[in-house]
């Protein structure tokens, strides 16, 4: 059976990782996140922890060297860590300076002379449906900048959706073939607006299911004062929760997967001129565009190859950290794991590519380690995920040694190190990396991401262009079985190893050392974060994808009388009445703040301090409340988390399930 002999040295370790913590805790007070000093401070010590763990772990760690299973597994361990954690340490670099463009924005706002510049809004769609098109249309219709045109670019020729555009007066595209994909369908666009009388100076790439807020031009282009800026990119916000917000019910104190990307790593890329293109939620100054050709198609992916072609070219890329358009996240979790392993794949294609990093091109060192740095958070982070499961189960099942240490090294090398690196990223990101579920958010991909990062990297032509889905029919519960079969079985497999080693002296490495002791934590940290994952896999239901909670007066008028209400929980077809009750079936009219007219609404259920209605607005109020939802306000979602309000909803989530 298992056996703890005494831990010599811990004391010292615990006290090291304690003098870390509370240097730690007096940070938030001294450190200004927007201080590049400051950040850089930080990171150093950080690289210089990761340095320190690196040594311990290869000096002290390994198996000894010999023609051993053991030395094998505890080799092929560490190589797997070690490119890991350079691509942490290449992150640290990029984080370590950040660009925020709100006052240049600002200052040079309609910073041309004579009549505004031309905006093509051109929004880019395959299967769509009505709904998801309409608010995006009538979200571009909206934008304050005068000088504009709205062009739907249908790649699957759908005859409705033309007669539908006529319907709202904007401008309708199809081409005969579906070449080059997204990319391709853009490209299309771009010949035929060339040869308009008064061909546009801009063009603004949307996706289908975003819609812009009512300032996105006129802040962007802003940033285009700069004659060598060739495109802006904004971030992408969502107002409905990805699958691991929802499923978990953390819709509202943990945010959505994307969140640290836009909000933290793109304005620190911006810092060293490395921002990229994202596809949707950007603008092109046309003139760049047509000195590299269009759009690339050489990758599924063609936003990032876009920045490098435009940087092969001597344009720049900027990024502006604004929340100004906001869209569909996916909402399954097989939506959410292809798009990635597209973007995956789209990346390995890049950096096998004329304009990869070791390529013979224009792009400089900069823009090279940019492509080595994505490389390698593709190519390291979601096959490390697989390992760090797979590795223990070699020490309960085999008698493997993959990392032969004590536990007080342990706490002192990698303690230290892990403790630093998430006081100060969750510093500089407002709490945004949170153990388990940052976990569970790589593994439950990590084997699709896997095969494509190979597959791109060594076959990285021939592939289709994958789609992802958004909307449809999300009213039922769906478990996702073949998604969470691996996660069960690992799971199964990992918790009879560890009783077996708990159980047997015949299945559990039992010398005189403590080294059992990091096993025995790593394999009870792995079955959490397994069964987490496992459970990530049961899809809940979605309501509404979009509501407007703020509780607000309006006036309701029904057979004569005047009532003057608070609202709440508004929704493109209902709203909650608060502070008189109504029989079914009452009809009467509505005044909501910034729809025109009065919206014809009937009570579906009276409730005991009012009632729920169904609202009937004409076409104009409907697009009243497009704009209201989605083009104004601020951003949707969670931009922090407090531990608070995370630690509650995770137990109403659950504590609701069990019962």
Not at 178 to 202: M, Q, S, W, Y
Not at 255 to 262: I, K, L, N
Not at 339 to 360: E, T, V
Not at 548 to 556: G, I, L, N, S, Y
Request: charged letters at 20%; one cysteine or more.
């Amino acid at each position: 059976m298992l056996e703890f002999p005494h831990l010599g040295g811990l004391g010292s370790s615990i006290i090291h990782l304690w003098l870390i913590t509370g240097v730690a805790l007096i940070l938030p007070s001294v450190v200004d996140r927007t201080n590049n000093r400051h950040r850089a401070v930080l990171f150093v010590i950080a690289f210089l922890f990761a340095l320190r763990y690196a040594w311990w772990r290869l000096s002290e760690t390994l198996a000894p060297v010999g023609l051993t299973v053991d030395f094998v597994a505890s080799t092929s361990l560490f190589a797997l860590e070690m490119l890991a954690l350079v691509g942490s340490l290449s992150a640290f670099v990029i984080m370590s300076r950040v660009k925020l463009r709100s006052d240049e924005a600002t200052d040079h706002e309609g910073w041309w002379s004579g009549p505004e510049p031309k905006v093509a809004i051109l929004i880019a769609t395959y299967n769509e449906d009505r709904d998801v098109l309409e608010r995006t249309i009538v979200g571009s219709r909206s934008l304050r900048h005068q000088n504009k045109e709205v062009i739907v670019l249908d790649d699957s020729r759908r005859d409705w959706l033309r007669d539908f555009c006529a319907e709202l007066g904007v401008r309708y595209m199809r081409r005969p073939d579906n070449k080059g994909a997204k990319a391709g369908n853009i490209n299309h666009a771009l010949t035929r607006l060339a040869e308009d009388p008064v061909p546009p100076d801009f063009v603004a790439v949307l996706d289908a299911d975003f819609v812009p807020h009512r300032g996105f031009l006129s802040r962007t282009l802003a940033l285009f004062h700069d004659p060598a800026v060739g495109l802006v990119q904004t971030p992408q916000h969502f107002f409905n929760p990805d699958p691991i917000q929802h499923n978990f019910g953390l819709s509202r104190s943990y945010p959505d997967e994307q969140r640290f990307f836009f909000d933290h790593m793109q304005p620190s890329r911006d810092g060293w001129g490395i921002a990229f293109c994202c596809g949707t939620s950007s603008v092109c100054r046309v003139a760049a565009l047509e000195d590299i050709g269009g759009f690339p198609t050489e990758s599924v992916t063609e936003d990032f190859l876009l920045t490098l072609s435009l940087q092969n070219q001597g344009w720049r890329t900027v990024y502006l950290a604004e929340p100004l358009t906001e869209g569909l996240a996916p909402e399954g979790l097989k939506e959410y794991v292809t798009q990635r392993a597209r973007w995956c794949l789209g990346l390995m294609q890049i950096a096998r590519s004329s304009l990869g990093p070791f390529a013979q091109n224009n792009l400089r060192l900069r823009d090279r380690w940019s492509v080595v740095d994505s490389v390698f958070y593709w190519l390291t982070t979601f096959p490390f995920r697989i390992a760090s499961i797979f590795f223990p189960l070699l020490y309960w099942y085999f008698n493997i040694t993959v990392v032969d240490a004590r536990l007080p090294d342990v706490i002192s090398y990698f303690g230290c190190y892990y403790v630093w690196f998430l006081v100060v990223l969750n510093i500089l990101s407002r709490g945004m990396i949170v153990p388990i579920l940052n976990d569970v958010s790589q593994l439950i991909g990590a084997i699709p991401i896997s095969r494509a990062a190979f597959t791109g990297l060594f076959r990285p032509h021939g592939h289709p262009f994958s789609v992802t889905a958004k909307g449809g029919d999300r009213s039922r519960v769906v478990v996702q079985w073949r998604m969470m079969m691996p996660f069960l079985l690992t799971f199964a497999v990992t918790f009879a190893g560890l009783w077996l080693g708990i159980a047997s002296d015949a299945f559990a490495f039992n010398d005189a050392g403590d080294g059992k002791w990091v096993i025995l934590f790593w394999t009870l940290y792995n079955l959490v974060v397994l069964g987490a994952t496992a459970l990530a896999c049961i899809e809940l239901p979605r309501a509404e994808i979009h509501v407007a909670d703020r509780p607000e007066r309006v006036t309701f008028r029904a057979d004569g009388v005047e009532w003057y209400l608070w609202i709440t929980s508004l929704t493109m077809d209902t709203v909650r009445l608060r502070g008189a009750v109504f029989p079914a079936e009452t009809r009467g009219t509505l005044e909501l703040e910034g729809v025109p007219g009065e919206v014809a609404a009937y009570v579906i259920t009276p409730t005991v301090d009012g009632a729920r209605v169904q609202l009937l607005p004409n076409a104009a109020q409907r697009d009243a409340f497009f704009v209201r939802f989605y083009a104004e306000g601020n951003a949707p979602g969670v931009a922090n988390v407090r531990a608070s309000a995370l630690l509650g909803d995770l137990m109403e989530r659950f504590s609701v399930r069990s019962r």
